[in-house]
Nanobody, 115 residues
Framework: QVQLVESGGGWVQPGGSLRLSCARSGSVWPYDVLGWYRQAPGKQREPVATMSSGGVPVYADSVKGRFTISRDNAKNTVTLQMNSLKPEDTAVYYC?????????WGQGTQVTVSS
């Protein structure tokens, strides 16, 4: 099993920045695909950014150029730097691990972008 704990959510004005962090513990495998998903009220959960074990990032079109995902295998962390935030980025953000078809989720952290 994998335990994931997110931190760094909160409230920010449009145009601001937030940095989300996710700490992995338990069964840690260096080949895990790590990522961030989000779910806004009344909407389905959607992928925001993922990163393979080789460090290749994939971003949703809506966040390209604004968000940056990174991973530190030595510290077992994955982070999401979010810049130029927009009200439509408001959602609960979830840390995600994909391992051989199995999915693991964090508890989620709220991000609210409003003036």
């Amino acid at each position: 099993q994998v335990q994931l704990v997110e931190s760094g959510g909160g409230w920010v004005q449009p145009g601001g920045s937030l940095r989300l962090s996710c700490a992995r513990s338990g069964s840690v495998w260096p080949y895990d695909v790590l990522g961030w998903y989000r779910q806004a009220p009344g909407k389905q959960r959607e992928p925001v950014a993922t990163m393979s074990s080789g460090g290749v990032p994939v971003y949703a079109d809506s966040v390209k150029g604004r968000f940056t995902i990174s991973r530190d295998n030595a510290k077992n962390t994955v982070t999401l730097q979010m810049n130029s935030l927009k009200p439509e980025d408001t959602a609960v953000y979830y840390c995600h691990v994909l391992r051989f078809g199995n999915q693991f989720w964090g508890q989620g952290t709220q991000v609210t972008v409003s003036s």
